[in-house]
Protein backbone atom coordinates (compact mmCIF):
# COMPACT_ATOMS: atom_id res chain seq x y z
CA UNK A 1 0.00 0.00 0.00
CA UNK A 2 0.96 3.24 -0.70
CA UNK A 3 0.18 6.78 0.95
CA UNK A 4 -0.17 10.43 -0.73
CA UNK A 5 -0.71 13.47 0.85
CA UNK A 6 -3.88 15.24 0.72
CA UNK A 7 -2.24 18.41 -0.89
CA UNK A 8 -0.78 16.16 -3.36
CA UNK A 9 2.54 18.04 -3.86
CA UNK A 10 4.83 15.61 -1.65
CA UNK A 11 6.40 12.10 -2.58
CA UNK A 12 4.19 9.16 -2.35
CA UNK A 13 5.37 6.83 0.29
CA UNK A 14 5.24 3.39 1.71
CA UNK A 15 4.27 2.80 4.63
CA UNK A 16 7.47 2.68 6.80
CA UNK A 17 8.66 6.43 5.08
CA UNK A 18 4.43 7.29 6.28
CA UNK A 19 5.46 6.17 10.19
CA UNK A 20 8.72 8.24 9.97
CA UNK A 21 7.50 10.86 8.20
CA UNK A 22 4.68 11.97 10.35
CA UNK A 23 3.43 15.42 8.11
CA UNK A 24 3.84 15.37 4.60
CA UNK A 25 6.70 17.66 3.29
CA UNK A 26 3.69 20.18 1.37
CA UNK A 27 2.08 20.19 4.86
CA UNK A 28 -0.90 17.83 3.72
CA UNK A 29 -1.53 14.19 5.71
CA UNK A 30 -0.62 11.06 4.74
CA UNK A 31 -3.62 8.86 3.41
CA UNK A 32 -3.81 5.50 1.71
CA UNK A 33 -3.98 5.50 -1.75
CA UNK A 34 -7.35 3.51 -1.73
CA UNK A 35 -9.21 2.13 0.95
CA UNK A 36 -8.83 -1.78 1.44
CA UNK A 37 -12.87 -3.17 2.05
CA UNK A 38 -13.58 -6.45 3.94
CA UNK A 39 -16.68 -8.61 2.45
CA UNK A 40 -19.79 -9.35 5.19
CA UNK A 41 -18.43 -13.40 5.27
CA UNK A 42 -14.69 -11.59 6.12
CA UNK A 43 -16.78 -9.46 8.97
CA UNK A 44 -18.87 -12.66 9.95
CA UNK A 45 -15.23 -14.07 10.68
CA UNK A 46 -14.29 -11.02 12.61
CA UNK A 47 -16.40 -11.82 15.76
CA UNK A 48 -14.55 -15.32 16.37
CA UNK A 49 -11.07 -13.59 16.32
CA UNK A 50 -9.21 -12.15 19.42
CA UNK A 51 -8.67 -8.78 19.66
CA UNK A 52 -4.85 -9.26 18.60
CA UNK A 53 -5.94 -11.65 15.58
CA UNK A 54 -8.36 -9.19 14.54
CA UNK A 55 -6.09 -6.42 14.86
CA UNK A 56 -3.61 -8.12 12.42
CA UNK A 57 -6.43 -8.98 10.22
CA UNK A 58 -7.67 -5.23 10.19
CA UNK A 59 -4.22 -3.71 9.64
CA UNK A 60 -2.18 -6.03 7.72
CA UNK A 61 -4.22 -4.53 3.89
CA UNK A 62 -2.49 -1.03 5.21
CA UNK A 63 0.84 -2.59 5.32
CA UNK A 64 1.70 -4.15 2.09
CA UNK A 65 4.91 -6.34 2.16
CA UNK A 66 5.66 -4.80 5.62
CA UNK A 67 3.16 -6.99 7.07
CA UNK A 68 4.99 -9.85 8.10
CA UNK A 69 5.67 -10.22 11.34
CA UNK A 70 2.90 -8.12 11.94
CA UNK A 71 2.14 -10.87 14.81
CA UNK A 72 4.53 -10.14 17.37
CA UNK A 73 4.48 -6.42 16.79
CA UNK A 74 0.50 -6.91 17.92
CA UNK A 75 1.10 -8.94 21.10
CA UNK A 76 3.83 -6.71 22.12
CA UNK A 77 1.69 -3.81 21.55
CA UNK A 78 -1.12 -5.05 23.50
CA UNK A 79 0.60 -6.72 26.42
CA UNK A 80 0.78 -3.91 28.85
CA UNK A 81 -3.37 -3.94 28.05
CA UNK A 82 -4.62 -4.50 31.75
CA UNK A 83 -8.00 -6.65 30.19
CA UNK A 84 -8.05 -9.72 28.27
CA UNK A 85 -10.44 -8.04 25.83
CA UNK A 86 -7.96 -4.87 25.18
CA UNK A 87 -11.22 -2.72 24.12
CA UNK A 88 -14.12 -4.62 26.33
CA UNK A 89 -17.60 -3.54 25.41
CA UNK A 90 -19.83 -2.96 27.85
CA UNK A 91 -23.65 -2.95 28.61
CA UNK A 92 -24.98 0.68 29.82
CA UNK A 93 -28.53 0.26 29.03
CA UNK A 94 -30.54 -1.42 26.57
CA UNK A 95 -29.19 -0.38 23.41
CA UNK A 96 -25.92 1.42 25.17
CA UNK A 97 -22.57 0.21 25.30
CA UNK A 98 -19.34 1.66 26.40
CA UNK A 99 -16.15 0.88 24.51
CA UNK A 100 -13.77 1.08 27.15
CA UNK A 101 -10.30 2.00 25.40
CA UNK A 102 -9.19 2.84 28.53
CA UNK A 103 -6.82 -0.18 29.97
CA UNK A 104 -3.94 0.89 28.66
CA UNK A 105 -0.64 1.72 30.75
CA UNK A 106 -1.68 5.56 30.97
CA UNK A 107 -5.61 5.28 30.84
CA UNK A 108 -6.53 6.89 27.96
CA UNK A 109 -7.05 5.40 23.97
CA UNK A 110 -3.55 7.12 22.88
CA UNK A 111 -1.98 3.91 24.49
CA UNK A 112 -3.60 2.02 21.58
CA UNK A 113 -1.73 3.56 18.87
CA UNK A 114 1.27 4.79 20.84
CA UNK A 115 1.82 0.90 22.38
CA UNK A 116 1.46 0.14 18.92
CA UNK A 117 3.77 2.92 17.36
CA UNK A 118 6.52 2.04 19.59
CA UNK A 119 7.15 -1.57 18.42
CA UNK A 120 7.01 -0.47 14.42
CA UNK A 121 9.58 2.26 15.35
CA UNK A 122 11.70 -0.04 16.81
CA UNK A 123 11.60 -2.27 14.10
CA UNK A 124 12.74 0.46 11.29
CA UNK A 125 15.24 1.91 12.91
CA UNK A 126 16.71 -1.07 14.03
CA UNK A 127 16.72 -2.57 10.00
CA UNK A 128 17.77 0.88 9.13
CA UNK A 129 20.65 1.13 11.90
CA UNK A 130 19.25 4.42 13.01
CA UNK A 131 18.28 6.42 16.15
CA UNK A 132 16.03 9.12 16.73
CA UNK A 133 15.50 11.58 19.40
CA UNK A 134 12.06 12.40 20.52
CA UNK A 135 11.08 15.42 21.92
CA UNK A 136 7.92 16.58 23.26
CA UNK A 137 5.95 19.46 25.10
CA UNK A 138 3.06 18.20 27.31
CA UNK A 139 0.31 19.93 29.48
CA UNK A 140 0.02 16.19 31.05
CA UNK A 141 -1.69 13.61 29.00
CA UNK A 142 -0.05 13.34 25.78
CA UNK A 143 3.59 13.14 27.22
CA UNK A 144 3.14 10.19 29.44
CA UNK A 145 1.68 8.01 26.68
CA UNK A 146 4.16 9.06 24.59
CA UNK A 147 6.92 8.18 27.36
CA UNK A 148 4.90 4.86 27.49
CA UNK A 149 5.24 4.43 23.76
CA UNK A 150 9.07 4.66 23.65
CA UNK A 151 10.76 3.35 27.42
CA UNK A 152 12.96 0.84 27.23
CA UNK A 153 13.05 1.12 23.17
CA UNK A 154 17.23 0.57 21.80
CA UNK A 155 17.11 2.99 18.81
CA UNK A 156 15.32 5.54 20.72
CA UNK A 157 15.63 8.72 23.30
CA UNK A 158 12.34 10.92 24.21
CA UNK A 159 12.68 14.04 26.26
CA UNK A 160 9.57 15.42 27.47
CA UNK A 161 9.27 19.12 28.45
CA UNK A 162 6.70 20.14 30.63
CA UNK A 163 5.55 23.36 32.61
CA UNK A 164 7.25 22.70 36.37
CA UNK A 165 4.08 23.02 38.90
CA UNK A 166 1.79 23.31 36.41
CA UNK A 167 0.42 19.55 36.11
CA UNK A 168 -1.08 17.50 37.98
CA UNK A 169 1.06 15.46 40.78
CA UNK A 170 -0.75 12.28 39.44
CA UNK A 171 0.36 13.39 35.47
CA UNK A 172 3.96 14.30 36.81
CA UNK A 173 4.70 11.59 38.69
CA UNK A 174 3.10 9.12 35.88
CA UNK A 175 5.76 10.46 33.74
CA UNK A 176 9.08 10.92 36.14
CA UNK A 177 8.47 7.32 37.83
CA UNK A 178 9.16 5.55 34.52
CA UNK A 179 12.65 3.89 35.32
CA UNK A 180 13.97 3.50 31.83
CA UNK A 181 17.02 5.52 30.82
CA UNK A 182 16.22 6.58 27.75
CA UNK A 183 13.35 8.73 29.21
CA UNK A 184 14.39 12.21 30.02
CA UNK A 185 11.87 14.44 31.81
CA UNK A 186 12.65 18.02 31.83
CA UNK A 187 10.51 20.72 33.87
CA UNK A 188 10.45 23.97 32.65
CA UNK A 189 10.37 27.01 34.74
CA UNK A 190 7.67 28.41 32.90
CA UNK A 191 3.89 27.89 31.27
CA UNK A 192 2.94 25.29 28.54
CA UNK A 193 3.03 27.78 26.16
CA UNK A 194 6.59 28.28 27.09
CA UNK A 195 7.48 24.35 26.50
CA UNK A 196 5.80 24.22 23.24
CA UNK A 197 7.84 27.46 21.98
CA UNK A 198 11.05 25.82 22.82
CA UNK A 199 10.26 22.59 21.46
CA UNK A 200 9.48 24.37 18.14
CA UNK A 201 12.51 26.27 18.21
CA UNK A 202 14.50 23.07 18.78
CA UNK A 203 12.82 21.80 15.69
CA UNK A 204 13.56 24.84 13.18
CA UNK A 205 17.38 25.04 14.65
CA UNK A 206 18.40 22.79 11.64
CA UNK A 207 21.86 22.18 12.56
CA UNK A 208 20.61 20.51 15.97
CA UNK A 209 17.75 18.84 14.53
CA UNK A 210 19.57 17.32 12.28
CA UNK A 211 22.42 15.72 14.20
CA UNK A 212 20.26 14.56 16.77
CA UNK A 213 17.78 13.28 14.33
CA UNK A 214 14.90 14.58 15.88
CA UNK A 215 11.37 13.25 15.89
CA UNK A 216 7.45 14.14 16.79
CA UNK A 217 5.16 11.45 18.02
CA UNK A 218 2.20 13.45 17.06
CA UNK A 219 -1.53 13.34 16.46
CA UNK A 220 -1.37 13.34 12.63
CA UNK A 221 0.74 10.08 12.20
CA UNK A 222 -1.62 7.90 10.08
CA UNK A 223 0.02 4.94 11.65
CA UNK A 224 -2.04 6.07 14.43
CA UNK A 225 -5.47 6.25 12.93
CA UNK A 226 -4.36 2.75 11.48
CA UNK A 227 -4.15 1.40 14.94
CA UNK A 228 -7.70 3.17 15.91
CA UNK A 229 -9.66 1.49 13.42
CA UNK A 230 -9.21 -1.94 14.83
CA UNK A 231 -11.80 -1.38 17.86
CA UNK A 232 -14.54 0.11 15.52
CA UNK A 233 -14.53 -3.59 13.96
CA UNK A 234 -14.36 -4.98 17.52
CA UNK A 235 -17.85 -3.42 18.78
CA UNK A 236 -19.52 -3.61 15.39
CA UNK A 237 -18.59 -7.29 14.80
CA UNK A 238 -20.01 -8.39 18.33
CA UNK A 239 -23.34 -6.46 17.86
CA UNK A 240 -24.25 -7.93 15.08
CA UNK A 241 -22.29 -6.40 12.04
CA UNK A 242 -22.29 -6.92 8.95
CA UNK A 243 -25.76 -8.24 9.40
CA UNK A 244 -27.11 -4.87 11.41
CA UNK A 245 -25.96 -1.51 11.92
CA UNK A 246 -24.23 0.29 14.87
CA UNK A 247 -23.49 3.78 15.86
CA UNK A 248 -20.76 5.35 17.53
CA UNK A 249 -20.48 8.64 19.82
CA UNK A 250 -17.25 10.00 20.12
CA UNK A 251 -15.72 12.70 21.95
CA UNK A 252 -13.42 14.64 19.64
CA UNK A 253 -10.94 17.13 19.35
CA UNK A 254 -8.28 16.48 16.95
CA UNK A 255 -10.24 14.60 14.74
CA UNK A 256 -8.14 11.42 14.57
CA UNK A 257 -10.64 8.86 16.68
CA UNK A 258 -13.37 9.52 14.65
CA UNK A 259 -12.03 9.82 11.77
CA UNK A 260 -10.50 6.15 12.22
CA UNK A 261 -14.31 5.34 12.78
CA UNK A 262 -14.73 7.21 9.35
CA UNK A 263 -12.10 4.63 7.45
CA UNK A 264 -13.87 1.89 9.04
CA UNK A 265 -17.19 3.00 7.26
CA UNK A 266 -14.77 3.34 4.04
CA UNK A 267 -13.87 -0.42 4.78
CA UNK A 268 -17.12 -1.80 4.59
CA UNK A 269 -18.40 -1.38 8.17
CA UNK A 270 -21.76 -1.01 8.08
CA UNK A 271 -22.08 2.61 10.39
CA UNK A 272 -25.25 4.05 10.41
CA UNK A 273 -24.67 7.16 12.21
CA UNK A 274 -21.46 8.65 13.90
CA UNK A 275 -22.02 11.80 16.93
CA UNK A 276 -19.22 14.17 17.27
CA UNK A 277 -19.08 15.15 20.87
CA UNK A 278 -16.98 18.30 21.61
CA UNK A 279 -16.84 20.84 24.84
CA UNK A 280 -16.93 24.42 24.64
CA UNK A 281 -14.40 24.75 22.36
CA UNK A 282 -17.23 23.55 19.24
CA UNK A 283 -15.01 24.53 15.71
CA UNK A 284 -16.04 20.88 14.63
CA UNK A 285 -19.65 20.63 15.61
CA UNK A 286 -19.89 24.30 14.36
CA UNK A 287 -18.54 22.59 11.29
CA UNK A 288 -21.11 19.97 10.70
CA UNK A 289 -24.16 22.43 11.14
CA UNK A 290 -23.00 25.54 9.06
CA UNK A 291 -20.42 24.03 6.90
CA UNK A 292 -18.11 26.87 7.28
CA UNK A 293 -14.73 26.10 10.04
CA UNK A 294 -13.86 29.34 11.96
CA UNK A 295 -11.08 28.97 14.85
CA UNK A 296 -11.33 31.49 17.66
CA UNK A 297 -9.92 31.92 21.37
CA UNK A 298 -9.49 28.05 23.52
CA UNK A 299 -11.18 28.01 26.23
CA UNK A 300 -10.29 25.59 29.56
CA UNK A 301 -12.63 22.84 30.00
CA UNK A 302 -12.79 19.85 32.26
CA UNK A 303 -12.27 18.21 29.59
CA UNK A 304 -8.81 19.54 28.57
CA UNK A 305 -8.03 16.85 25.71
CA UNK A 306 -10.27 18.62 23.49
CA UNK A 307 -9.23 21.97 24.40
CA UNK A 308 -8.38 22.74 20.79
CA UNK A 309 -9.40 24.69 18.11
CA UNK A 310 -7.61 23.64 15.24
CA UNK A 311 -8.69 19.78 14.88
CA UNK A 312 -5.66 18.82 12.66
CA UNK A 313 -6.85 15.55 11.23
CA UNK A 314 -9.88 16.76 9.57
CA UNK A 315 -8.37 17.66 6.59
CA UNK A 316 -8.37 13.85 5.99
CA UNK A 317 -11.88 13.70 6.09
CA UNK A 318 -12.07 17.16 3.78
CA UNK A 319 -9.98 15.24 1.13
CA UNK A 320 -12.67 12.39 1.19
CA UNK A 321 -15.62 15.05 1.16
CA UNK A 322 -14.08 17.17 -2.35
CA UNK A 323 -13.22 13.51 -4.04
CA UNK A 324 -9.43 13.45 -3.07
CA UNK A 325 -8.93 16.79 -5.27
CA UNK A 326 -5.45 17.74 -3.93
CA UNK A 327 -5.56 21.16 -5.36
CA UNK A 328 -8.84 22.22 -3.70
CA UNK A 329 -7.72 20.61 -0.45
CA UNK A 330 -4.66 22.81 -0.60
CA UNK A 331 -6.25 25.71 -1.75
CA UNK A 332 -8.93 25.72 1.18
CA UNK A 333 -6.11 24.40 3.59
CA UNK A 334 -3.85 27.42 2.74
CA UNK A 335 -6.39 30.11 3.01
CA UNK A 336 -7.53 28.36 6.54
CA UNK A 337 -3.96 28.93 7.59
CA UNK A 338 -4.07 32.91 6.69
CA UNK A 339 -7.59 33.72 7.53
CA UNK A 340 -8.84 31.03 10.23
CA UNK A 341 -11.73 30.05 8.12
CA UNK A 342 -13.20 28.11 5.65
CA UNK A 343 -15.95 26.55 3.97
CA UNK A 344 -17.51 23.69 2.05
CA UNK A 345 -20.38 23.87 -0.34
CA UNK A 346 -23.61 22.67 0.01
CA UNK A 347 -22.86 18.95 -1.84
CA UNK A 348 -20.09 17.99 0.36
CA UNK A 349 -21.42 19.28 3.32
CA UNK A 350 -24.67 17.00 2.83
CA UNK A 351 -22.89 14.29 2.28
CA UNK A 352 -20.85 14.89 5.24
CA UNK A 353 -24.36 15.26 7.14
CA UNK A 354 -25.25 11.58 6.28
CA UNK A 355 -23.13 10.07 8.71
CA UNK A 356 -21.80 12.68 10.84
CA UNK A 357 -23.52 14.50 13.78
CA UNK A 358 -22.39 16.94 16.00
CA UNK A 359 -23.33 18.86 19.04
CA UNK A 360 -21.33 20.91 22.02
CA UNK A 361 -21.46 20.82 25.85
CA UNK A 362 -20.62 22.99 27.99
CA UNK A 363 -18.77 21.78 31.83
CA UNK A 364 -22.11 22.25 33.67
CA UNK A 365 -23.98 19.61 31.20
CA UNK A 366 -21.17 17.60 31.09
CA UNK A 367 -20.69 17.31 35.12
CA UNK A 368 -24.70 16.43 34.82
CA UNK A 369 -23.98 13.61 32.26
CA UNK A 370 -21.38 12.02 34.37
CA UNK A 371 -24.25 12.24 37.47
CA UNK A 372 -26.97 11.16 35.57
CA UNK A 373 -25.11 8.12 34.41
CA UNK A 374 -23.54 7.53 37.78
CA UNK A 375 -27.11 7.36 39.32
CA UNK A 376 -28.82 5.21 36.44
CA UNK A 377 -25.90 2.48 36.04
CA UNK A 378 -23.65 2.85 38.86
CA UNK A 379 -20.99 3.54 36.32
CA UNK A 380 -18.59 6.52 36.76
CA UNK A 381 -17.49 8.09 33.16
CA UNK A 382 -14.77 10.51 32.62
CA UNK A 383 -15.90 14.12 31.52
CA UNK A 384 -14.44 13.16 27.60
CA UNK A 385 -16.87 9.66 27.85
CA UNK A 386 -19.38 12.00 29.51
CA UNK A 387 -19.54 14.73 26.20
CA UNK A 388 -19.70 11.68 23.99
CA UNK A 389 -22.24 10.41 25.96
CA UNK A 390 -24.38 13.49 25.72
CA UNK A 391 -23.89 13.83 21.93
CA UNK A 392 -25.43 10.36 21.53
CA UNK A 393 -28.21 9.92 23.41
CA UNK A 394 -28.98 13.79 22.29
CA UNK A 395 -28.52 13.14 18.34
CA UNK A 396 -29.40 9.15 17.82
CA UNK A 397 -31.10 9.10 14.85
CA UNK A 398 -32.39 5.33 14.56
CA UNK A 399 -33.79 3.57 17.54
CA UNK A 400 -33.31 0.19 16.13
CA UNK A 401 -28.89 1.06 15.83
CA UNK A 402 -26.96 0.34 19.15
CA UNK A 403 -25.50 3.45 20.68
CA UNK A 404 -21.67 2.46 21.20
CA UNK A 405 -20.19 5.15 23.70
CA UNK A 406 -16.44 5.49 22.89
CA UNK A 407 -14.45 5.65 26.60
CA UNK A 408 -12.18 7.47 26.16
CA UNK A 409 -10.12 7.78 29.36
CA UNK A 410 -10.72 6.27 32.58
CA UNK A 411 -12.56 7.87 35.53
CA UNK A 412 -9.37 7.75 37.86
CA UNK A 413 -7.29 9.73 35.68
CA UNK A 414 -10.02 12.96 36.17
CA UNK A 415 -11.03 12.42 39.39
CA UNK A 416 -11.24 15.62 40.91
CA UNK A 417 -13.78 16.38 38.35
CA UNK A 418 -15.52 12.91 38.30
CA UNK A 419 -15.86 13.45 42.14
CA UNK A 420 -17.24 17.02 41.91
CA UNK A 421 -19.69 15.48 39.43
CA UNK A 422 -21.15 12.51 41.01
CA UNK A 423 -19.89 13.11 44.68
CA UNK A 424 -17.87 9.36 44.37
CA UNK A 425 -14.22 9.35 43.96
CA UNK A 426 -13.29 6.60 41.06
CA UNK A 427 -10.83 4.37 42.14
CA UNK A 428 -7.66 3.68 40.01
CA UNK A 429 -6.75 0.52 38.35
CA UNK A 430 -4.34 -1.90 39.92
CA UNK A 431 -1.57 -0.90 38.35
CA UNK A 432 -1.46 2.49 39.50
CA UNK A 433 -0.83 1.22 43.03
CA UNK A 434 2.51 3.20 44.61
CA UNK A 435 2.96 5.60 42.14
CA UNK A 436 2.69 8.26 44.74
CA UNK A 437 5.81 6.53 46.42
CA UNK A 438 8.21 5.54 43.26
CA UNK A 439 11.08 7.57 42.91
CA UNK A 440 10.79 10.18 40.68
CA UNK A 441 13.67 11.66 37.83
CA UNK A 442 13.30 14.99 36.88
CA UNK A 443 15.41 18.32 35.61
CA UNK A 444 14.34 21.21 36.41
CA UNK A 445 15.26 24.28 33.90
CA UNK A 446 14.77 27.62 33.32
CA UNK A 447 12.73 28.68 30.08
CA UNK A 448 16.08 29.34 28.07
CA UNK A 449 16.67 27.47 24.35
CA UNK A 450 21.03 27.17 24.79
CA UNK A 451 20.28 25.57 28.30
CA UNK A 452 17.81 22.90 27.37
CA UNK A 453 19.58 22.38 24.17
CA UNK A 454 22.71 21.89 26.34
CA UNK A 455 21.31 19.58 28.53
CA UNK A 456 20.02 17.79 25.84
CA UNK A 457 23.72 17.35 24.15
CA UNK A 458 24.81 16.44 27.19
CA UNK A 459 22.67 13.49 28.08
CA UNK A 460 22.73 11.80 24.66
CA UNK A 461 26.50 12.25 24.72
CA UNK A 462 26.31 10.24 28.33
CA UNK A 463 23.67 7.90 26.75
CA UNK A 464 25.99 6.98 23.54
CA UNK A 465 29.22 5.95 25.98
CA UNK A 466 27.26 4.04 28.18
C1 LIG B 1 -7.02 12.94 22.81
C2 LIG B 1 -8.29 12.70 23.57
C3 LIG B 1 -9.57 12.93 22.99
C4 LIG B 1 -9.72 13.53 21.61
O1 LIG B 1 -9.37 12.61 20.60
P1 LIG B 1 -9.08 13.13 19.11
O2 LIG B 1 -8.55 11.93 18.40
O3 LIG B 1 -8.06 14.21 19.25
O4 LIG B 1 -10.36 13.62 18.55
C5 LIG B 1 -10.69 12.60 23.72
N1 LIG B 1 -10.59 12.10 24.97
C6 LIG B 1 -9.40 11.87 25.56
C7 LIG B 1 -9.38 11.34 26.96
C8 LIG B 1 -8.21 12.17 24.89
O5 LIG B 1 -7.03 11.93 25.50
Not at 356 to 367: E, I, L, M, P, Y
Request: charged share 25%.
Amino acid sequence: MNYVSTRGKAPVLGFDDVLLAGLARDGGLYVPEAWPAFSPGDMRDFGRLSYPELAVRVMAPFMGGRADGLEAIVAEAYRNFDHADVAPLKELAPGEWLLELFHGPTLAFKDHSLQFMGPLFDRVLGERGERITVIGATSGDTGSAAIEACRDRDSIEIFILHPEGRVSEFQRRQMTTVPSANVHNIAIEGTFDDCQGLVKAMFNDPAFRHRHKLAAFNSINWVRIMAQIVYYFRAATLLGAPDSRVAFAVPTGNFGNVFAAYAAHRMGLPISQLVVGSNRNDILTRFFRTGRMETGAVHPTISPSMDIQVSSNFERLLFELLDRDHARIAALMEGFSDSGGLRVSAGPLARARELFDGKSFDDDQTRATIKAVYEETGRLIDPHTAVGVAAGRALKRDPGSPMVFVATAHAAKFGDAVEAAAGVRPRPPARLDGLMEREERCRVLANDLAKVQGFITGRLAERVAA
